[in-house]
């Protein structure tokens, strides 16, 4: 009896100190769980202009006051826009528009809307992790694909194909292809083909053109123009980028432009001439700018009245795709967007003309994409440049700029002097040697990737900045591991530099969709949440290229990376 007792007392006192232990780990769990949702609050980007800002940040409030409150089919817009507004992924109204667009790429799209749907889930997917949700973005591009009429168009039946309804498409189409994603060609170019031969002689374009009672709108004039842009954008690429009109053997890799199509999977599709020239393309979105530069500002009648901020996504797409300089002598995004935020309401809400055509968090979502400059995001992401100074990005890699050669001696001297001196120290400068770089030849490169790869184990990440840069213009797949160990430097100019290389050499200037700045959203934050940020990016990216370098390269060729390393992240 006294031993069962004992026993007993035994075994309450283990419980005791179990449930004491029970109680200090839940503790310590909820107050790590407190700290890591604390550091999850992303730094709001900048529009550049403090007034902006300001009606972003009411607007954003005010988008998130809607929770709980707001409509399956608007729930990935709002997504989009906070987003697009530096709010972190892990955001409950993110969150939710992420699986309601994964529930639809599931289900199928359906109703008048489909087009719509696909074309926001399809921005909101690429955005948030394009590599995830590469299925879903595959059938959300069949789906659109397969919906397209014979002349071109959408809608949301077999006819009366609209201009509102194909940015969408496009859209889709843009998001889908810069993650990889296989479309045809001739889908993109049946769609510009509608455009051009439904607008109306002014340059304007109308809702419906096939119907005689509908009448061409600031809308729809700058939905018609961003579908082009788009268009002209996946055919041809940017109007000023990637662009060569001399032969390109510098590198022994690039061949005489042909028509600035691209092989690579962010723009252009590969073996496809396109029929319809760039020229023409650009000169229809020419005539639809000076349509709206002749009739600023935009009318407060009907019909902008009834959708007023759908104006001004659709104008913020067509001017960023077609580089669009001023109007009226002004900065067209300045201009505009005083007349945007005129119409914000003390809730921080764009609700203007919302009552009948719209909802207050769509009219609200839109006047934020285009305050953020959302579509200017997505082509700087496709084609920005690394932080090395002096123009001398993706861009400058693919089209070969020219520029005065300095003489600075040999290099395999700049390289030896880099070696094992502080790079501050050193009586050249940075500029000086990625310009004696610039000019070397591939082969002269090649010839010294010994020492660029000692450089790599240089202390200076100066040093090991340039080291990066320079191995990547030597094209060579065979140094494809060292870039992807740069992927995870603790410098983070160091880690853009490898991804440019790798993007180099792969010819894939978009990336994987790869933001260029590791520490996008949290470039105003604490240093602890910066390292956080940038550790994120970092394995992201390890991740992707890892997968891809997997897939591609010689099947008897280790290439020096974790095997196991790689395929447990």
């Known amino acids: 009896m006294i031993r069962v007792l004992r026993n007993l007392d035994d075994a309450d006192a283990r419980t005791e100190r179990s449930s004491m232990k029970i109680r200090f780990l839940t503790g310590m769990v909820l107050l790590c769980c407190l700290v890591a949702l604390s550091t999850l609050q992303a730094a709001p980007k900048s529009t550049g202009f403090p007034r902006f800002d300001k009606s972003v940040a009411r607007a954003v409030a005010f988008l998130k006051s809607q929770a709980g409150q707001i409509p399956e089919k608007e729930a990935t817009l709002v997504a989009y826009a906070l987003l697009k507004a530096g709010e972190p992924v892990t955001s409950e109204l993110i969150q939710h528009g992420v699986n309601d667009a994964i529930g639809r790429s599931v289900t199928g799209y359906t109703g008048y809307d489909h087009i719509y749907l696909a074309g926001v889930d399809a921005l909101l997917l690429s955005e948030v992790d394009s590599v995830e949700y590469f299925p879903a ?255 001398r990005g993706l861009d400058n890699l693919f089209a070969g700029d020219k520029k005065e050669k300095k003489e600075l001696g040999e290099l395999d001297e700049l390289l030896g002097a880099m070696e094992n001196v502080n790079f501050d120290k050193l009586d050249v400068s940075t500029e000086d040697i990625v310009e004696k770089i610039t000019f070397s030849s591939r082969d002269e490169l090649v010839g010294q990737v010994d020492m660029l790869m000692k450089l790599l184990e240089s202390p200076d990440a100066a040093n090991r900045q340039v080291a990066y840069w320079a191995l990547g213009r030597t094209g060579d797949f065979a140094l494809v591991p060292l870039m992807l160990k740069g992927l995870r430097d603790s410098n983070v100019d160091c880690n853009v530099e490898a991804l440019n290389s790798l993007r180099y050499i792969s010819r894939k200037p978009n990336g994987f969709g790869l933001s260029l700045n590791p520490l996008e959203g949290a470039d105003s934050a604490d240093e602890a949440r910066k390292v956080e940020v940038a550790n994120e990016w970092r394995t992201k990216a390890y991740k992707t290229w890892g997968n891809w370098y997997r897939t591609v390269r010689p099947f008897d060729e280790g290439g020096g990376l974790d095997e196991l390393e790689l395929g447990a992240r």
Not at 139 to 167: F, L, P
Not at 325 to 343: M, Q, R, S
């Open 137 to 391: 973005l595959q059938k959300i591009a069949d789906h659109v694909s397969s919906r397209q009429h014979s002349t071109g168009g959408w809608s949301e039946s077999q006819d009366n194909a609209d201009t509102s309804m194909a940015q969408y498409g496009m859209l889709a189409l843009w998001a889908a292809k810069g993650a990889g994603v296989k479309i045809a060609p001739e889908v993109v170019e049946r769609n510009v083909a509608w455009h051009l031969a439904n607008g109306t002689p002014d340059g304007s374009w109308a809702y419906r053109p096939k119907n005689p009672n509908t009448k061409q709108s600031h809308n729809l004039s700058m939905a018609g123009a961003g579908s082009l842009g788009i268009g002209r954008m996946l055919l041809y690429g940017p109007k000023t980028k990637p662009k060569t009109v001399e032969p390109q053997k510098k590198f022994g890799i690039l061949e005489k432009d042909d028509g600035g199509v691209s092989d690579s999977d962010g723009l252009g599709f590969k073996d496809y001439r396109p029929q319809i020239p760039a020229a023409t393309i650009d000169a229809r979105i020419e005539r639809a700018f000076s349509w709206i530069d002749t009739r600023f500002p935009p009318p407060q009648g009907a019909p902008e009245v009834l959708f007023p901020y759908y104006f001004y996504y659709a104008l913020e797409r067509a001017a960023a795709l077609h580089e669009l300089g001023d109007v009226k002598g002004k900065n067209w995004f300045e201009t505009y967007g005083d007349l945007l935020i005129a119409g914000q309401n003390a809730e921080g809400a764009f609700d203007r003309g919302s009552k009948q055509h719209s909802s207050s968090t769509i009219g609200t979502s839109f006047a934020v994409l285009y305050l953020m400059r959302s579509t200017q995001q997505i082509i700087d992401k496709q084609f920005g440049k690394g932080l090395l100074k002096g123009n």
